[in-house]
């Protein structure tokens, strides 16, 4: 099923970058949670998927479908963003 514009895991991405650069700089750049680095990672991968899904549109005419493999690869990437967040949170109490 196409679903023309409307982009589901490129989205998800965005709105990631968007809430936690929200919080990192309403909260102060002096944070313990170190959100400057979810909002680097998150951003990075929703440029990459942008690109992605602008390559995708070039090529097929189809910016993005909304099906449950695309809603599900949304969630898995977000859940991946965090992981690795929290592993950089982790590494620095390691290290201190």
């Keep these: 099923m196409s679903a023309g514009w409307f982009a589901v895991w490129p989205l998800a991405l ?5 809430v936690s650069s929200a919080l990192w ?13 979810l909002a680097l990672i998150a ?4 440029v990459m998927s942008l690109v992605d ?3 995708g ?16 690869l949304g969630v898995v990437l977000v859940v ?3 992981v690795l967040w929290v592993l950089v ?5 390691m290290f201190k």
């Design 14 to 18: 965005l709105l990631l970058a968007a």
């Design 25 to 37: 700089y309403g909260l102060g750049r002096k944070d313990r949670y170190r959100l400057d680095v």
């Design 43 to 46: 951003s990075g991968a929703a």
């Design 53 to 55: 899904a602008a390559y």
């Design 57 to 72: 549109y070039l090529e097929e005419g189809v910016f993005m479908d909304l099906s449950w493999s695309a809603v599900l």
């Design 80 to 82: 991946f963003t965090v």
């Design 89 to 93: 949170l982790l590494l620095k109490d």
